[in-house]
RNA sequence: GCGCGCUUAGCUCAGUUGGUAGAGCAACCCGUUUACACCGGGUAGGUCGGGGGUUCAAGUCCCUCAGCGCGCACCA
């Protein structure tokens, strides 16, 4: 019988958290449990999203809406396909951004400054947001419906991400692709921090121009918009072939400049244009980018006069503290009164403004960390190459799509202008610069290890499937035959040292690969397995790992013990590590599970929960990384921290473990698909292909899919001051997830933006409700007719099937080839103006006045119908479906109960 | 300055390899004989920004002009 619910209207609001409970208990976001459950088959082809970490700054936007859709709409159409489908979840820990957001709230309830707390106070008041934030984040795109595997959530900003921003700093910093360097860079004023390029903005203001001499007794007039930085002048440029100044090149003159002392060399550049101004340039080496590079070619000294605050450094009463803004207006006047001033134009300039903070971009001479873009290094290979190549040729190659395909031509653009990126920041929260320095000023870096894992081989206990824990149990003939395929396995690893537990099955274990590799063996007592207790000697039991049992019986060793003894163990390694070993490790399977989890910094309540994830078989080789701060006396560590994109830009494999070669790595890398604004691209699309490509050899995903900015219905951008903004939790909780989506995807074509109104989504809650009444019809027809799977269908419903069947083909390309706001309306207007107002509508004289055969034929239509299009509806509209889904007669339905694991319509 | 995109019905936008225009919303008229008023049936509405070209055929390709939006750069 018709489940009674749908004589009311159609409520997501009670529907949709009931759903998403059922989807996160039934474990079918994770691939690994699809393909444990039979959903995928073991081989399928994997099909792998990384999520754009949300910022960790506060509530989930529209954008994120229309991204979460989209990955969503993918995800779930893959996996109705049978593809090993990952979505992968995580969040940004936005370094500027939240700093600058947790500043201003404190400052705001406890009028202090982030100095007044100190360092550490503010961090753990930060990391005090981050998690509210987390939560707030998580629990949003849950109720958006997404689709995603919450196992593996990352954070750009923990342990294993941590761990890969450091090696990756490391390798950059020996390729010589990292250094340290006095620049001229963007200094930001108001954040008090340096910005890289592109997070400047330029804004065409109006500003002045103008024209003067130095002194009276200087021969060549020059002109500028920013008089307060000529005190920090230290030579003018000509243009060589410059008739009218040609005799002056070479000379030096000393002179007075507004009370202030200069040197000015006169120069020759190729660079100066005669016919702007006076076709001479006063050069400021410090607070000019053009005239850094100028200075750099001739050798001119460097003098800074403007400071961190943007006010004046010289030492003149009238000048001295004073803001830029104000030394300007001084010295105007001061050149009015001499006489000197020549010429005052309006004219319009661009202002760089900090894209965060607003402030006025200050360039400062600053000894700062950059990625070089330009320069050579050999890869694995011996090709050489630079990461700007590496940018240009992934998308040149075709080896990453862009959709759509215009921006292509934005990419190249930016690549041709990139200069190095400045990747300090002189915030405190983000990744610190994984850099220490002596007293004398010499650099020390983190050592990174990479240490090998192997089993013993099966033991005698093993064969009898006894736990063994402590118990000394021999080698069995398999596990010598296995310790044999080990030493086989590693023959090309140069091994130089391995170190054992001193149980008899390890220590035997790693007598045969020693020999087979040369090298010494020391054991220790520390690398034992668990100590059992009371269980030694008894019979294992399947699906309840020695682990759990230990603690259920409380036996053996505490967890906290085993933790003390983990720590120890990686000090072990460590040490055995210190000078250019490279190390086996050749122990036990719990407690190399314990042994990671420690190593992943997780408190010993993981232990158990880990060990039942973890898989290790026997001749199989794990990998383990450290990374050891430098451990000589008197250090200090770099004060700075990275820029957040950094982190950003190893997402696609940072995600998946890396450095350690995981089993994850390398089934879903490459990733298939990146989604995301298009304002993005440079920031960290282009910097993942740098990344990936550097340090993988690889791309980080084929095809890049760039979504526009989500406007209200008058096309304006949403903001705080216009106070258009949407919040979609409103949405959701008004007109329903499923509504919102809709009203997100239709229309929405790549790249551009799209306007979005209550109206519209009005519209999709309606198409929900019709989803529901149609449902209810066919439902209600199934219980007066009867419902026989088998029944003939006559040729009028044959067509009607086969119509649908076209239909599903064409929005099976739609959706392969990214068109996914046709496919959504294809889909609603078939829903609704063929299978609802046509075939439902003529379908209702023949129910009740035709034979029998005719109203099973048309039961059974309606029925596939109904069925098909919600599996066609699915990825747009996953809660109504799904709900309806669960209604449908239980004998219609095949198997797995889940409409979001059901087969797609086409094969 | 360089580059990119947009300009199609009142509004918001589709129109995939060229075959003489579509959707949603709004408007107007009619309808309540139970799946749904969160509804049904119907009507009206566009010389596809201007100009030129290629073609049997152009909203779709080429050139050009204009307006709007965006990105990058920048001469002090």
Redesign the pocket.
Known sequence: MMDPK??????PQDTEPKIYKRYEESGFFSPETCVKEGITKPDAKPFTIMMPPPNVTGILHMGHGLMLTIEDILIRYKRMRGFRTLWLPGIDHAAIATQTKVEKDIQKTEKKTRHDLGREEFLKRIEKFADESHETIVSQIKTLGASCDWSREAYTLDEKRSLAVRTVFKKMYDDGLIYRGHRVVNWDPKGQTTVS??E???E?TK?K?YTFRYSKDFPIP?????PE??VGDTAV?VHPDDARYKEFIGKEFDISFVGVPLRIKIIADE??????????????PAH????FEIAKRHNLPLKQVINEYAKMMVDTSELKDKKTKEAREIIVEQLKKEGLLEKEEE?T??L?TADRSGGVIEPLPKLQWFVAVNKEFARPSGEKTTLKKIMRAAVESGAVKII?N??D??YF??I????DWCISRQIWFGHRIPVWYDENGNTHHPKIIKVLLARHGESVAHTEHIIAGQLDSPLSKKGRVEAKELAKKLENSKITKIISSDLSRAEETARIVAESCGCKITTYKELREVDYGSLSKEKTVEGYSALRRKIDVNTGESLEELEKRAKNTLEIIKKETNSTEKLLVIGHRTFFSILDSTHKGLSNERFVEEREKWKMNTTEIKTLFFVSSPQEKNLTQDPDTLDTWFSSSLWTFSTLGWPEETEALKIYHPTDILETG??II?FWVARMIMMTGYVLGDVPFHTVYLHGTV?D???R?MSKSLGNGMDPMDIANEFGADAGRMALV????P???????K??I??Y??????I??????VL?SIDTVGFDEKAELREEEKKRIEELQALSEDIT??IE?Y?F??AA?KI??YF??T????I??ES?AMLKEGDEKARKSIVLCLYTILATTLKLLHPFMPFVTEEVWGSLPESALKTRGLLMVEEWPIE
Not at 273 to 283: F, I, P, S
Not at 746 to 749: D, F, K, L
Request: aromatic share 14%; proline share 2%; glycine share 8%.
């Open positions: 749908f004589l009311k209207p159609y409520s390029d592109d400047v903005s330029h065409e500003g121009l020059i002109a500028t918009t920013r930085t000529k440029a660079e100066v244009d005669t016919e702007y101004g006076t076709g001479a340039v006063g050069v400021t000019s980018m053009t005239d004219i300039i661009n760089s759509p215009y921006f031509k934005t653009h930016w041709d202008k990139l200069g298009y304002e440079f406007r219905d008058k096309g951008k239709v229309g929405n074509t790249g551009t933006d799209t306007n979005i109104s109206q519209k009005k519209g809650k309606n198409f929900a409700n019709k529901w009444n149609a449902s209810r019809f209600e390309k739609d080839n068109r706001y046709l309306e609603y207007h609704w103006h299978f609802a107002d046509v439902i509508e209702k």
